[in-house]
Every structure is written in C-alpha cells, then in structure tokens.
C-alpha cells in the first residue's frame, strides 16, 4: 500500500501527510478520476484514427487562472479509485482499441500510477501529459514506463508564470523535467501509420499579449535540442473562462496577429511538429467530467 506523510511530488513540496488529508494540489491517499475515455482531440500523431485512451486525473500541482479543466483541477472534482481499479480502466481503454493509454494531469499521482503500469503489462504507448511542472527526481521513477511525453512549456518569464499560475520557479522546474524527459525517451519514433511510439512533443498555449514569453519558450527549445530531437506543438485554443476580474487582459482571445507572430518565429528556427488552426478552440476539447469510464 502507497502511503505518503511528507509529498515531495511536485515543486510545490508542501510535505503533506497524504494518509490523513491533501496536498497542495488536491491529492490525497488514492487517485481521484474525473474520466476516462477515448479522447480524440490531442495531436494527430496521438489521438490517430481510434482516439487516445485519455484518463483525466483530479486535482493540480499548479493554479492556472485560464485553465479550461477548472472544475476538476482547481475543484476537484472526481472520484477516488484504487490501484486495481487504475489498473482495470487501462486495460479496459487499450480494449476499446486506443492507440495510447494518456496519463492527463498525472504529476501528483506518480506512485499510484506507476504501479498500477507495472501491474497493467500494457501492449500500447503510454503518454504523460503535463503541466510541465515537475521535479526530476519524480519523473525517474517513470523511467522505462512512460513512451511519449506531452509537456506543456507554459512561460519562460517568472513574473507572467507567478501571476498567472502561481509559480515562479515555473521554467526553472519545466526546463528541467524537459530535458529528462528527452532523456528518457530520446529523439520521436514513429510506426508506420504516423503514430508516434516514443518521444517530447512540447505545447506552448499562446496567451493574450504573450508573443514575446512565447518567443522565449520557443528560442529556448531551439537553443536546447538539436534539430528533430523534440516536437513542438503550438496551441492557439485559448478561450477566456472562470474569473479573470485580476486579469482584465486574459479577456479576450489571441488576435491573429500574435498567433501569427509566433507561429512565424517558430518556422524561422525550423522547429518541427504541430500548429492549430487560430480558429480551434472549440468545446470538445473540454471533454464532460461526469465519471465515464471511472
């Protein structure tokens, strides 16, 4: 049995008794689940043709204030399973024919989902798909489990990252994580459908007057990674939502110009990956949290 009395999962390492409450980020003794279905609108090289095996995980280490999965991030929502039951929903999705088993949001829940992998004896990828901010020495407990990384790379700038989420050690912690992820994986596989089996793919969601944090995040893949070692996937879907009264201008979405701007200084270093579409965001990419599959 995983019992946890001082968490140092996170950056946050608030020290938690997980036994007897939560941590920081809404954890307590047993994953809490909002869902888990086939989701289809990750990367093309992800969700492919079957959907990805999606399991959304409760709670957060980071407080977003644009965040579109509010309602189980910052309140939680779900339901608390046992490894086993973590266990069963894997083998279940890989049933229903998903190319991938997609860990979302499962920093602070590492030791549960770890076993309940090893337990599972998976014959699919599977994806960890995070916020980014992660300690090093968790993530090498994943070492050998995990296939694809999906990280996001939120902000290169500690001001924007402490007013918006709440941490300012944010790219400190993501830089980091990043490049063991890459060590652990290496350079992206694909099969021959164009799945991707092994790699980084890097997101960075373009904020309102965010071009030049994105200019940075973007020079620092460059400056990091050699060429084809990690794919960057832009995301323009950001639709204002919650309460934004503290932050008049994440009100609006991103103007076609900034999209632009940024997409141009990512094709000018020759970073390869995945670019939506301005007009993308759309309500299926909030899936409803109402316990399916869970």
């Given amino acids: 049995m995983i019992r946890i009395t001082n968490c140092r999962l996170c950056p946050r390492v608030c020290g938690a008794d997980r036994t007897s409450g939560q941590g ?7 994953p809490r689940v909002a869902r888990a279905a086939l989701h289809f609108w ?8 079957n959907g990805s095996g999606a399991v959304f995980f409760s709670g957060c280490p980071l407080r977003c204030c644009f965040c579109q999965n509010r309602e189980i991030s910052a309140e939680n929502f ?3 399973i046992s490894v086993s039951r973590l266990t069963e929903i894997f083998l279940a999705l890989q049933e229903q024919g998903a190319h991938n088993i997609n860990l979302v949001n499962p920093t602070h829940y590492l030791p549960w989902i770890r076993e309940a992998l090893l337990h599972a004896h998976l014959g699919v990828s599977v ?5 980014g901010y992660e300690r090093v020495e968790a993530l090498r407990a994943m070492e050998g489990l995990v296939d694809i990384y999906l990280p996001d790379l939120k902000y290169a700038d500690a001001p924007r990252a402490e007013r918006y ?3 300012p050690d944010y790219f400190e912690m993501a830089a980091g994580a990043i490049r063991e992820m890459h060590r652990q ?14 790699g980084v793919v890097i997101r960075h969601l373009v904020l309102p007057k965010g071009v030049q944090d994105a200019v940075a995040v973007l020079d ?6 050699p060429p084809g070692e990690v794919l960057v996937s832009l995301m323009s879907q950001y639709t ?15 103007s076609s110009y900034e999209y632009k701007a940024v997409l141009a200084h990512a094709q000018s270093l020759g970073l390869e990956g995945f670019m939506q579409e301005r007009s993308s965001a759309r309500a299926e990419y909030t899936p409803p949290f109402d316990l399916e599959g869970v």
């Fill in 24 to 30: 920081d980020c809404g954890g307590g003794n047993q």
């Fill in 42 to 49: 990750e990367e093309p090289c992800i969700s492919g043709r």
């Fill in 78 to 80: 779900g339901k608390e």
């Fill in 127 to 131: 994806v960890w798909n995070s916020g």
């Fill in 165 to 167: 989420s709440g941490a």
């Fill in 185 to 198: 994986t290496g350079k992206p596989v694909w099969d021959a459908s164009g799945l991707l089996q092994k």
């Fill in 220 to 225: 620092w893949i460059a400056e990091t990674f």
């Fill in 240 to 254: 204002p939502c919650g309460d934004l009264e503290r932050f008049p201008e994440l009100r609006r979405r991103v």
